[in-house]
């Protein structure tokens, strides 16, 4: 972690909980965390919980995330959210590009792409996810996959947009199977999209990038994970479903 870059540690609830176990989820969780100062607080509820937990950490330090969005303003996409209805919920931020996403729903660089560009236009953060699989990082294609995701992502986003991206690291080797990379492999691959972004825009910007960690993240590792010079921060999935220790990995020491 570096001292320029305010920490972000996000809860993907992803499809868990209903609008009744999310208000009752948050509000167990907003005076666990109350006294957070320097650190952003991220939720990310399923689309039919959002209103209640935006209504339930109104006016706390918690802040809303989307877990996905159409890049179509509005229309005949039938099961889609689009920016504006995110806005109107509350959300700032949005999630794009998960690899659950990639895996089962057929996103690709390009879709994702498109999303990351349609939540800069409407004024949503967005918290872009790049990540390699098991084989592809067996095969020594590492580099290459995140070099291409993050280049494929990030395509045409100008610079002065860049402040207000985050890039979330998720091996998908290490999502929900309990596996989870070292603190020194992923502090590698955080590393190497710094460099990645570097390239693609300047040292200035590369440096004031946040990136989190996604990939069974606990109470247990977040310390060590966040002890490291690149990553900035956490997306986690299994352990911000209990308040208590979503709690704990918020307040890491």
Not at 10 to 33: C, D, F, H, Y
Not at 138 to 153: E, F, H, P, Y
Not at 204 to 221: C, F, H, K, M
């Amino acid at each position: 972690m570096h001292p320029k870059r305010r920490p972000i540690l996000a809860g993907n609830w992803k499809m868990n909980m209903t609008a009744t176990q999310a208000r009752e989820l948050a509000s167990k969780l907003i005076p666990l965390v109350a006294n957070v100062k320097e650190r952003d607080i991220v939720l990310s509820p399923p689309f039919t919980s959002t209103a209640a937990v935006a209504e339930t950490v109104k006016g706390t330090n918690i802040s809303l995330a989307a877990q996905n969005l159409h890049w179509e303003d509005k229309g005949a996409f039938t099961g889609e959210i689009s920016a504006d209805m995110l806005l109107d919920l509350g959300c700032k931020y949005v999630i794009i590009g998960h690899s659950e996403r990639r895996q089962y729903f057929g996103e690709t660089d390009e879709t994702v792409n498109k999303k990351v560009k349609q939540a800069l236009k409407k004024g949503l953060l967005p918290i872009l996810c790049v990540g390699e699989t098991l084989a592809e990082r067996d095969a020594g294609k590492l580099n290459d996959i995140i070099s291409r995701q993050v280049t494929g992502g990030l395509k045409d986003i100008q610079a002065s947009d860049m402040q207000k991206v985050v890039i979330a690291y998720e091996p998908v080797w290490a999502i929900g199977t309990g596996k989870t990379a070292t603190p020194g492999q992923a502090n590698e691959v955080h590393a190497l999209i710094r460099q990645k972004v570097k390239a693609l825009y300047s040292p200035d910007l590369a440096e004031g990038l946040r990136i989190q960690y996604g990939g069974s993240v606990t109470p247990e590792n977040v310390s060590v994970l966040m002890a490291m010079p690149d990553i900035d921060g956490a997306l986690v999935g299994g352990a911000s479903l209990k308040p208590e220790s979503f709690a704990a990995l918020v307040n890491f020491k």
